[in-house]
């Protein structure tokens, strides 16, 4: 079973950057199209940006220009450069596949918490 580890949260004034880093167990990784989600308390899990096994990466509305999404399939990881942090991105972020139905186990997730 592929266990996923996200990492790289924390605290952060609006207009800040920050970079997660998803690191997955196994090597079908790089076979997955993989996506960011985020999550706030109360609220469904909602996908900020997903990228194919290829490289190919689309946004959400709400962070388009801002995220930038990339993966390193040698290394299994998953990366998530957010610049120009707003409050509202306040949210445990977790990493999984696009497909639902090939969704792994869910990790614990890194919080991201934009406040002056």
């Known amino acids: 079973q592929v266990q996923l580890v996200e990492s790289g949260g924390g605290l952060v004034q609006p207009g800040g950057s920050l970079r997660l880093s998803c690191v997955a167990s196994?090597?079908?990784?790089?076979?997955?199209?993989m996506a960011w989600y985020r999550q706030v308390p109360g609220k469904q899990r909602e996908l900020v940006a997903g990228?194919?096994?290829?490289?190919?990466?689309n946004y959400a509305d709400s962070v388009k220009g801002r995220f930038t999404l990339s993966r390193d399939n040698d290394k299994n990881t998953l990366f998530l450069q957010m610049n120009r942090l707003k409050p509202e991105g306040t949210a445990v972020y977790y990493c999984?596949?696009?497909?639902?139905?090939?969704?792994?186990?869910w990790g614990q997730g890194t919080q991201v918490t934009v406040s002056s």
């Open positions: 990228i194919t096994s290829g490289g190919l990466a």
């Open positions: 196994g090597s079908i990784f790089r076979f997955y199209a």
């Open positions: 999984n596949t696009v497909n639902k139905v090939s969704a792994l186990s």
